[in-house]
């Protein structure tokens, strides 16, 4: 142990609601400070958690950045680094991994981690690939957050040696837990009546989270799910568009009015979880998926897209039911088996608990803070950083030209 905290800085483009975001976030909440000293940076509103860090008085730093990662910008980042007097660096998703670790290049940061945090396959195109092969040699270690992201990584980028480690995503899940055990109370609060089938989905209204595939389903239950409501917490880029589906399958009879409603972003995703019957992931791709870690803590069954990263959080038929969520027969008949069959449900819901085992909070930053702690004290063999006017023009404009 070092006589002075590491100063650690967790660099992300957005503090919105998001499964990155929350991940920072239990960094900032959990770190030992006696051993480390994190400084929060990042790139763009909104910022969710602004109350939080004031009542905490965190050291917060905004940076404007644009994903053209200009020169000027890139330089900013960098004096700010250095200002702060950033020992490690630890980045977070695709963005702020490569406007990051090039600012820390030009600032001098001793050791710079990148985390991934999902497959990025809808953005993976010639560019980013090339933007980790220039900043992978200068990397000590490349995190992810589940296997399937690490096979991502080795399997679909340039990263040669640089060392890639799986952390297994964890959470402070103790609001969920506390939620399960007032599940009556929670109905009863948030209007959920006796015998209704309660669906709820959690997580951004963005495109890669599917909703509109829950919606296009529910329009074609008719009778199948009995007297039912579909709750959609939280809120994002597709908000309008899947309003405007359901206001469409409303006026053409396909769904009943008021049967969908929306919360918009919400503090109570605990006491939605619990109030639901199932909880229901339609994304298209996830790294991880820490909506259905949620609902499985708050004692809620999941029914998930059947696909790399929810695999690695839900076992299908032991805490959840994993199907073809674009095949709305698929996903309603999996909605169908949880409302009609109580044991299956018990089943799920007992086999979900004891799931959420596996992503405790406290194994989330024992294993990060080891991370730190190895990678201060054994450093690897990096290629040399760019010093000297010269290379670091040469590095910036081999940055903008990627």
């Not at 640089?162 to 609001?175: C, H, K, W, Y």
């Not at 939280?234 to 589906?245: N, S, T």
Request: charged share 25%; with cysteine; net charge neutral.
């Amino acid at each position: 142990m070092t006589s002075s905290p590491l100063r650690v800085g967790l660099c992300v483009a957005r503090l919105e609601f998001g499964g990155t975001q929350r991940l920072v976030m239990e960094l900032m909440r959990g770190l030992d400070r006696a051993e480390f000293d994190p400084v929060l940076i990042h790139f763009k509103d909104p910022n969710h958690y602004a109350e939080e860090i004031r009542a905490a008085g965190w050291r917060v730093v905004k940076v404007p950045m644009s994903r053209a990662l200009r020169a000027r910008e890139v330089r900013g980042l960098a004096a700010v680094l250095a200002g702060e007097r950033i020992g490690l660096l630890h980045t977070h998703a695709d963005f702020a991994n490569f406007a990051g670790r090039a600012a820390g290049l030009l600032a001098g940061t001793p050791r710079l981690v990148a985390h991934y945090h999902g497959h990025y396959t809808h953005s993976l195109d010639a560019r980013f690939r090339r933007l980790e092969a220039m900043l992978a040699p200068h990397t000590d270690r490349i995190l992810t957050c589940s296997q399937s992201v690490a096979d991502f990584v080795t399997g679909a980028l340039e990263v040669g040696d640089t060392p890639v480690q799986r952390v297994l995503n964890g959470m402070d899940l103790g609001a969920f837990e506390q939620a399960r055990a007032e599940r009556a109370a929670w109905r009863e609060r948030l209007g959920i009546g006796p015998g209704v089938f309660h669906i709820v989905h959690t997580g951004r209204l963005v495109e890669h989270k599917g909703a509109d595939r829950l919606v296009r389903a529910l329009c074609g239950a008719g009778e199948r799910l009995g007297s039912w409501r579909a709750t959609f917490v939280g809120g994002g880029d597709r908000e309008d568009a899947i309003r405007e589906l359901v206001a469409g399958c409303e006026a053409r009879g396909e769904l009943p009015a008021g049967a969908v409603v929306f919360t918009g972003w919400s503090n109570e995703v605990a006491g939605w979880l619990a109030s639901a019957d199932v909880s229901v992931m339609c994304s298209h791709h996830e790294g991880l998926g820490l909506s259905a870690v949620e609902s499985l803590a708050a004692g809620t069954p999941v029914v998930a897209s059947d696909i790399p990263g929810i695999r690695e959080v839900v076992v299908d038929g032991d805490c959840g039911l994993l199907v073809d969520t674009a095949d709305t027969e698929a996903l309603l008949g999996a909605l169908g088996r949880v409302r009609d069959d109580e044991s299956l449900r018990s089943r799920l819901v007992t086999g979900g608990i004891a799931r959420t085992a596996l992503f405790s909070r406290a194994r989330y930053l024992e294993e990060i803070g080891r991370v730190y702690c190895e990678v201060r004290e054994r450093p690897r063999a990096k290629a040399p950083a760019p010093r000297g006017p010269w290379q670091r023009w040469r590095f910036l404009a081999r940055l903008r030209n990627a």
